[in-house]
């Protein structure tokens, strides 16, 4: 599975757009870019994902750029519940495939 | 109507002892996953099971023993504990999708949180 680079933590306001970068330029073609949180004590949890093309659900929106080689998760609208420790992953899905989670970012939201 | 329930939620226990740790998942998903997370907050994925055949088995001392009765449970049996073995361990659960965009992305259980001492 192809590496990740993340900032180690950010800081953003309560209401505003948090932006999480996320660089992963040895990707491989039939590798998907996923995006899990970890809030304090909890187990991670899944938010998005894709491959090239941008998506977005109820939580989050993925922007990943055209040569593949970074993305940016975005979280329209900030609350003090989103501050977590946000995993950028790439890795080809399959039962035989490990998720594995790096250092990720801490996000910290405040007021 | 919790969708990966493990237990106990918190286990402390004593050097040498034989503990077990039990995860049940309601999703109906076909694999499922232990993952330790150490005192340094590292993810690290130990053992995988898809419909009942250990498909991951990480590097990992002989004494964690998973066991699968059936696909909606995966069980974690430790034997003779260690202090490093203190941790909190995630149970997680996954389904393939039949076809396109990959599987569906993992879902956590909230822990459990073993402390040897």
């Known amino acids: 599975d192809a590496k990740t680079t993340q900032p180690t933590s950010m800081d953003c306001a309560e209401g505003r757009a948090a932006n999480l970068p996320c660089n992963h330029s040895?990707?491989?073609?039939?590798?998907?870019v996923y995006w899990y949180r970890q809030i304090h004590s909890q187990g991670p949890q899944y938010i998005i994902h894709?491959?090239?093309n941008n998506e977005t659900n109820e939580m989050a929106s993925l922007i990943i750029t055209e040569d593949r080689k970074s993305s940016t998760l975005i979280l329209p609208h900030a609350t003090l519940r989103d501050t977590a420790v946000y995993y950028c992953?790439?890795?080809?899905?399959?039962?035989?495939?490990?998720?594995?989670f790096g250092t990720g970012t801490r996000l910290q939201v405040t007021l | 109507d919790t969708a990966v329930s493990q237990t106990p939620k918190y286990l402390v226990t004593q050097m040498g002892n034989d503990k077990s740790i039990k995860c049940e998942q309601n999703l109906g998903h076909d694999t499922m996953y232990w993952y330790k997370q150490d005192s340094k907050k590292f993810l690290k994925i130990m053992f995988s099971?898809?419909?009942?055949?250990?498909?991951i088995n990480e590097t990992v001392p002989n004494r964690f023993s998973p066991k699968s009765p059936d696909k909606a449970h995966l069980n974690l049996h430790i034997n003779s504990l260690e202090l490093g073995d203190s941790a909190v361990y995630f149970c997680?659960?996954?389904?393939?999708?039949?076809?396109?965009?990959?599987?569906?992305?993992?879902?956590f259980g909230s822990g459990t949180r073993l402390t040897v001492v």
């Open positions: 992953i790439v890795r080809v899905p399959g039962t035989a495939s490990k998720l594995t």
């Open positions: 040895t990707i491989s073609g039939n590798e998907y």
């Open positions: 894709g491959l090239k």
């Open positions: 099971y898809n419909n009942k055949e250990l498909i």
């Open positions: 997680a659960s996954s389904q393939r999708r039949d076809r396109g965009f990959g599987d569906y992305g993992y879902t």
